[in-house]
């Protein structure tokens, strides 16, 4: 069935260094890939999305890239913040308007 | 503008007893979802609505779970009765409209644990 596969599922970096968290999908046909934001305790909150007809987008610290072909998509965070520890959610849009949602990357950042 | 607000935000049970779930979306969004989250895990969509309408509710277990949202607006989602493997966060999400493209706000979740 459709799926969302989210690597890796917990991530340390050191803080001001770059952080990457890498998803997979299965459709071909999807054609939007958010990602959320969840920190502990709270509700998963939209940070960045990217639609298929475009490769990369960028919101200051925070950048999505897109291959449509490999299936797969990015996430990439640069100069990270202690603010930035919480867990990152992958999505994928399927044919029949639902989110797939990834396991989840727990994102640590040592002071 | 407010949130997404949900309520009870924590709820302890037992085994085999009746729980109810509220959520009010954000005026004016047309789409709401209802979703399970277990820990460490991403959230699994049980149910969507456009309006009053149950577009989605494939993911539903409905030998225990229901959910309405009659007017369009408000929904509550019922479990009947409670199992143990039903203790997890309850989210409810809306979206000013359907489809999956579209940022869903979040409320906080009722986190539920079935004793």
């Known amino acids: 069935g459709e799926n969302v596969e989210q690597h890796p599922s917990t991530l340390s970096v050191q803080e001001g260094d770059s952080a990457v968290i890498k998803c997979t999908y299965s459709?071909?046909?999807?054609?939007?890939f958010p990602w959320y934001k969840q920190e502990l305790g709270k509700r998963p909150q939209l940070i960045i999305d990217?639609?298929?007809n475009v490769g990369e987008k960028k919101d200051q610290r925070i950048a999505v890239t897109l291959n449509k072909t490999a299936k797969h998509f990015s996430l990439h965070i640069t100069e990270t913040q202690p603010e930035d520890s919480a867990v990152y959610f992958c999505?994928?849009?399927?044919?029949?308007?639902?989110?797939?949602w990834g396991a989840g990357t727990k994102l640590i950042i040592k002071p | 503008e407010a949130g997404v607000v949900q309520s009870p935000r924590y709820k302890i049970i037992e085994k085999k007893q009746p729980v109810a779930f509220w959520c009010n979306p954000i005026?004016?969004?047309?789409?709401l979802y209802w979703y399970l989250q277990n820990l460490g895990q991403g959230p699994e969509l049980l149910i969507r609505?456009?309006?009053?309408?149950?577009?989605?509710d494939s993911q539903l277990p409905k030998d225990r779970f229901s959910a309405e949202r009659l007017k369009g607006v408000d929904s509550t989602l019922k479990i009947q009765p409670a199992e143990l493997g039903d203790s997890a966060v309850y989210l409810c999400?809306?979206?000013?409209?359907?489809?999956?493209?579209?940022?869903?706000?979040f409320g906080p979740g009722t986190r539920l644990t079935v004793l």
């Open positions: 990217i639609r298929s």
């Open positions: 005026s004016g969004h047309n789409t």
């Open positions: 999400a809306s979206a000013p409209i359907g489809g999956g493209d579209n940022e869903q706000f």
């Open positions: 609505y456009e309006n009053e309408e149950a577009v989605d």
């Open positions: 459709d071909s046909a999807s054609n939007y």
């Open positions: 999505a994928a849009e399927y044919s029949n308007y639902q989110l797939i």
